[in-house]
Every structure is written in C-alpha cells, then in structure tokens.
C-alpha cells in the first residue's frame, strides 16, 4: 500500500472517528437535555393539573356545603322529618339547586340512601344508592356517575344534614372533561389527554382532549390497559406516522375513587419532534464536517506524502542499492527535518560500511594468506625434517666412511624419492582445490550415489584394529532425479563421509538419509560422534581450518564448494559429545547457484 494512501486512510479514520464521535456526543447530550427538560414540564404539567384538580374538588365541597344552608333543602328537611313526610313533593327540588350553583350532578337522598330528588337522572327517584353511606363526607373524590345515556367521570362531594334523628344526604359533582382540561396552560409541544374509565375495555370516545376526541386513539389502547392492569404510572412512545418526527412520548397518571378503582387516566403527551429535527440537523452538520475533514485530508496527505514519501522512496533505493552489493549508495535530502536527518544517518552508515568492508576484506586476505601460510608450514615442515637428516647423513658418510656411501646413498636416495612424493601430493591437493572444475552436469540418481558411497566405505566400517561403525540409509523412494555433476557431488559426500569415520574413532552410527523438500533435494548425513562446539562449527567451512591432528583443512571447504556451485546450501548442527549433521539441500534445477561468482572465490 502506498504511503500516500496510508496517509489518506489514516487522516479519513481520525476526522470520521472524531465527526462521530463529537455527533454522538452532541447528540446524546441534546437528548439528555431534551429529556430532562421534557420531564420537567411533565411534572409541572402535572402538579398544574393537581392543582387545578384539588382547587375544583375543594369548590365542589364549598357549592355542597352552600347547597346544605339553602333555605328549599333546610324546608325539605324538616317537612320530610315530620311523620308521613311524602318525598314526592321534592322530585324536582335538585334540578334549580344544582343550576344555581352550577353542578353537573345533584342528588338528595334519605338517610337509607334512597334517592329523593336527581338533577342528572330525575327517573331515579326511589332508586336506592348504599355507596352514599360509606361514602366519606367533607371532602371530594372521584366518582362514577349512573346517566340515562351511559356513565360520567365527575369530582364529587358528600354533605350530611341530621335532624330530629332524621339523617339526609346531598351528593353532587362537576364533570371532569375537556372543559377540565382546557383550563391547564400546556407549554408547546405538549397536550393533555383524558380517558375516562367507564367501560370494561378500551372504548376510544372515552378518551377526550381539549378540542374533543382525537383522531387516531387506537395507538393508544396499550398504554391505557397497562395502566389498567398495573394501576400504576407507566410511560410510553408512540409514533403516529412513519416520520420519525411524529413520535411522541406519553407520561400516564391514573386517577382513582375512594376504593382505589381506577375511573380516568391523565396522558400528558411530549412531542420529540422538536428533538428529532435537532438530531437530524447535527447528523447532517457532522455529515458535512466529516466530508470537509476527508478533503482537507485527502489534501494534507497528498502534501505530506509529496514531501515524505519521494525521500523515503530515495532512501528506499539506496537500500537496494546496498543490498545489492553497492555499498557507496548516496541519497541526496536537503530537509532539515526527521527525514533528512534519516537520510544524513542512511549517507554515514553506508560510509562506514565501504570503510569497513575495506578493513574487512584487507583483514581476511590478511588472515586468509596467514592460514594458508601456516597450513603451509605445517605441511611442508614433516616431509622437510626427514629430507635435512637423509643429506645429513649422506654427508657424514661421505666425509667417515667413502667405503659405505654407496650403501648409504642407495637407502637415502629412496628415503629422498618418498619424501619429495609427499610434497608433491599435498602441493597437488592445494591446486586441486584451487581450480576445481565448474559442475557439468547430468541427470542422476541422488539415492544411487548415497547407495555407491556406503559401498565404497564398507570395508572401512569394519576396518580390523578400530571400532565398528554401523551405517544406516534412509532413502526417498519418490526422490525422483536431480541435475547435478556426479563426480563432483560424489566427491562431496565422500568428503562427509570420512569427515564422519574421523569423529567417531570409538564407532557408532552413520546414518545419511535424503527427501524432496519443496521441489528441491536434501541429502542429511549424521553420526554420533564426539561433536563441536559453537567455535568449531563457525569456522568449520573456513578453508585449510581442520579440527584434526593431520589433514589440509580442504575437505570441508571442498564440500561447499561443490554445494554452492551447484546453487545450493549446506549447514551443520553439532551437540558436544552426541554427534553431528550435515544438511545438504539442492534445488529442482540444481542450476540456481552463481558459478561465476563460485570460481572467484576458488581463485581469491
């Protein structure tokens, strides 16, 4: 991905994480608020309504109290005190009483609660109503009145007139209706709704607002039999449309008699549409702030990877150019910035590199012609001791004894003949390894050869005189063949062999086993010899190094010789004490080694 891209995406996630973020909160806060505010107007919509609600219960209390002191009812009184008092002279007393003090309803009856006279239901006389004598007096309540045409909800009052041991009771109410609710100030996007509980089920012309009915009161019906069941407070959402907007939350206040029964419910309804058109207007403004902040993004993150991203790719090629072997690799930045300062860094590495290979390099031939110098000396230095004693001797007998110098030169001469073949042999294994051929190779089975090898050591597993080594092959069937030089490859495996017969002098094991590990083949040859360590195993590969007491130190470097120029790799694992492995992997083609690159180091 690129980094200006990078950059975009980084700047787009921040600003539409931060728009978001900041919508969510505006949001939420606003709601909150909105919320908190709308329950605030509730309550006082509600305290405005008890209010009104005790103040009209209190002047239903007063009229029934005035009503008592009328000078018609205290004459009704003590006419019907007497004996053989007829009530049927007052059927009509209630009507004019509750008109002049303007009362919805008015009844008069006796101290049995039979009904003397009704405003309301005048074909009620004689009709027996028993709540009236349990009924609590002086003070209003809620009560259900019978009508001809059905039931009423009204605030009702109960006064008691006793005289000579005569008692009588005056029961009179006004409606609790529109009229009721049309008194109550509603702040805006607010109303006030009243269901009279008169029926068994939900009836929608019971449910009456300020300018009558509503509507569409159906939605309402489940909030109304909640509170009917619980005969609690509840509140609820109801939204009229499929506009969000029209949406509207209902707070409910059950209203109930002196039994606790439940004859009307209050719904104070809040319209959230102010709330929602809010919400949609932040939503809208976060939408077009996200969408500035994405294009003044896009514009920052194509100024910044313009500025950061040509350097950082110069820097990038000037890593290649260094992996790549160019080790003088220079980057031009003039910022003054971090990336300069990265780039100032990148010029002094690569510096100190070329300096430092230099020191390298001059070191390694240095130590290289040492070791060489040293192997050089070792080898040389037994054949010579025995070619300075033979002319030594041969002098001695020549200036003592001229009679026995022939004898003499003739055994000298023998011991100077295998001597000189000595030096001549190690003289040829360093050429050898010095001009090794490049791998010609051909199609060969890698199995056969590991097969061939074991044969040729078999009498040296069993050699008189040293400790049995046990050889065991564990070959891939499906190895399938390889390109590779036969000789060449055979010699290297030779080379592990023996490398293996001279660690493990007390015997063990050999085990060489080879597998197709993807689409390239890998030879492993192990024993159970004595190991090496950490120091040992670094420089194992390091031409003319040896571990042993005799040899040139080339029969492991022969080893990767071969290996490499076949585009190959070896590595080695060794325990102390519990043996060592070779791994020798080939690939497919056997062709992807450097053999350009193989002979300059041969010849170094």
Do not use: C
Not at 189 to 200: F, I, K, S, V
Not at 343 to 355: C, G, K, Y
């Amino acid at each position: 991905m690129r980094l200006r891209l990078k950059l975009f995406l980084i700047s787009a996630t921040l600003v539409a994480v931060s728009v978001v973020a900041v919508a969510w909160a505006v949001s939420t806060t606003t709601r909150r608020a909105y919320e908190r505010a709308e329950r605030t107007h509730t309550d006082a919509l509600v305290a405005q309504f008890e209010q009104e609600y005790n103040r009209r219960g209190q002047g239903v209390s007063e009229r029934i109290a005035a009503i008592k002191g009328t000078e018609s009812v205290l004459r009704m009184v003590v006419d019907l005190s007497r004996p053989g008092g007829d009530t049927s002279l007052y059927v009509n007393e209630a009507a004019p009483l509750a008109a002049s003090q303007q009362l919805d309803f008015l009844d008069l009856l006796s101290g049995d609660g039979t009904i003397i006279s009704s405003a309301s239901w005048p074909a009620r006389f004689g009709y027996k109503e028993n709540w009236v004598l349990s009924a609590p007096v002086g003070q209003p309540f809620l009560h259900l009145w019978d009508l001809p045409d059905g039931n009423a909800v009204a605030l009702t009052a109960v006064a008691v007139i006793t005289l000579r041991d005569k008692t009588f009771y005056l029961v009179g109410g006004q409606r609790l209706d529109r009229q009721f609710l049309a008194s109550l100030a509603l702040p805006e996007g607010m109303r006030a709704l009243l269901y009279l509980n008169t029926t068994p089920s939900f009836a929608p012309a019971n449910l009456v607002s300020t300018s009558g009915g509503i509507d569409q009161p159906e939605p309402l019906a489940p909030i109304i039999e909640q509170v009917r069941q619980q005969n609690r407070a509840v509140s609820a959402t109801v939204q009229w449309t499929n506009d969000l907007a029209s949406t509207e939350t209902f707070y409910t206040l059950p209203l109930a008699g002196p039994n606790r029964n439940l004859l009307a419910v209050l719904l104070v309804g809040s319209s959230q549409r102010n709330l929602v058109l809010l919400v949609r207007r932040i939503r809208l403004l976060a939408l077009a702030v996200g969408a500035g902040g994405l294009l003044i993004g896009l514009a920052l993150s194509w100024w910044a990877a313009s500025r950061v991203a040509q350097p950082v790719l110069e820097l990038a090629e000037g890593a290649r150019e260094v992996a790549a072997g160019r080790w003088d690799a220079r980057v031009e930045i003039s910022s003054r910035d971090e990336v300069g300062e990265l780039a100032r860094s990148f010029n002094q590495m690569t510096a100190q590199l070329v300096e430092q290979r230099e020191r390298l390099v001059q070191a390694e031939r240095v130590a290289a012609w040492r070791e060489l110098a040293r192997r050089l000396a070792h080898e040389l230095k037994n054949p010579l001791f025995p070619l300075q004693i033979t002319v030594e001797n041969m002098q001695r007998a020549r200036q003592a004894s001229p009679e026995q110098f022939d004898e003499v030169f003739r055994e000298s001469t023998g011991t100077l003949l295998a001597e000189l073949d000595n030096l001549k042999t190690i003289l040829n294994r360093f050429g050898d390894f010095a001009k090794m051929p490049a791998p010609e190779r051909h199609t060969l089975d890698l199995n056969e050869l590991v097969r061939g090898v074991v044969k040729l050591f078999e009498a040296q597993f069993a050699a008189p005189g040293r400790a049995p080594i046990r050889a065991e092959l564990k070959l891939d069937d499906g190895l399938g063949p390889i390109q590779a030089d036969p000789t060449l490859l055979r010699r290297a495996v030779e080379n592990l062999v023996l490398n293996a017969l001279d660690a493990m002098p007390e015997g063990g094991t050999l085990t060489l086993s080879t597998a197709r590990r993807d689409g390239a083949a890998e030879l492993v040859v192990s024993d159970t010899g004595k190991g090496l360590t950490p120091e040992e195993r670094d420089r194992l590969f390091t031409p003319y190094y040896t571990t042993k007491q005799h040899g040139t130190g080339l029969g492991l470097a022969i080893v990767q010789s071969v290996v490499s120029d076949h585009g190959g790799k070896i590595s080695v694992e060794s325990v102390p004490d519990r043996g060592t492995t070779f791994r020798i992997v080939i690939p497919g083609d056997a062709g992807g080694g450097n053999h350009a690159a193989g002979e300059g180091e041969r010849h170094r």
